[in-house]
């Protein structure tokens, strides 16, 4: 299948460290598997060609995943009009995207991804697939699915730990004991915050990073070390939590999320 983009880098996309499972292969096609299926995606200037274990639905599925349905031009007008710092910076990401991905496998990667580093993260989110995931099988290769609530909630706290998570074992355990009950979708952002926040190693910055890529709430953004270092600096303001947070809302709006991973995505292609 073949699908036309524009202002679109898939490899600035897969690469932006928001997504664990995607892998490069030489031939600058990617592989990566998005819930009950395995893709292979290539770009060629402006054209997407797809390969998939599975094609019911597949043109949605990638509209979806890589959010091609939403108004990128009407948000960045605004976050231009928003001062000449901003400007610049969109300027330099309008081949960007924000990926949605699925809220259980979110929340279990971003748990995860506490005190690691992406090589790491990725390891052991494909070991617990590997031990719990189904086989699927795409191009002569066995792949594992991302585990399903269902298959993964009756784990103990020791079964964690055998997959060396480390003192993320009762963190995810608490996760997924809760999970069914979240109902994210339902609750304003202030209160989804407060919501992921009552499970057990879920902070602020976590917590903000499920919401963005799992549940497309645009309005929440993470805010570490680079972030509070870029817009001090950026907007000579004072580097503190409370500050930033504050003068981001109030700047960017809705759109705040997408704003910080435009500054974020800018600084790391300089």
């Known amino acids: 299948m073949k699908i036309e983009v524009n202002n679109f880098s898939l490899k600035d996309i897969l690469l932006s460290g928001a997504c664990f499972r995607a892998h490069e292969n030489e031939d600058g096609s990617f ?7 395995v893709i292979n995606i290539k770009q060629d200037g402006n054209v997407l060609t797809i390969k998939a274990s ?3 639905n597949l043109k949605e599925i990638i509209y979806d995943y890589f959010d091609l349905n939403r ?6 007008k605004y976050l231009s009009s928003r001062d000449k710092i901003m400007k610049d910076v969109v300027n330099k990401c309008l081949d960007y995207r924000i990926l949605n991905q699925d809220s259980f496998e979110m929340g279990i990667s971003y748990i995860i991804s506490q005190s690691n580093n992406v090589k790491r993260i990725s390891k052991i989110i494909n070991n617990l697939c590997t031990k719990y995931g189904d086989k699927v099988y795409f191009e002569g290769q066995e792949y594992h699915l991302f585990p399903s609530y269902e298959q993964l909630k009756d784990l103990k706290v020791e079964d964690f730990t055998k997959l060396k998570v480390g003192f993320r074992d009762k963190y995810l355990f608490d996760y997924i004991q809760k999970y ?5 979708d339902n609750l304003s952002t202030n209160d989804a915050f407060k919501k992921l926040m009552s499970i057990k190693g879920i902070g602020l910055k976590v917590a903000s990073c499920i919401l963005l890529f799992g549940y497309r709430r645009l309005d929440t953004f993470p805010i570490d070390t680079w972030v509070k270092k ?3 600096e950026n907007y000579n303001i004072k580097n503190d939590q409370k500050t930033i947070e504050r003068f981001a809302k109030e700047k960017y709006g809705d759109y705040t999320g997408l704003a910080i991973q435009y500054l974020f995505h800018s600084q790391r292609n300089k």
């Open 31 to 37: 592989t990566n598997i998005l819930k009950d299926r």
């Open 54 to 56: 599975k094609n019911d």
């Open 180 to 184: 069914s009950e979240l109902d994210i």
């Open 230 to 232: 870029s817009i001090s």
């Open 71 to 76: 108004d990128y031009d009407s948000i960045n």
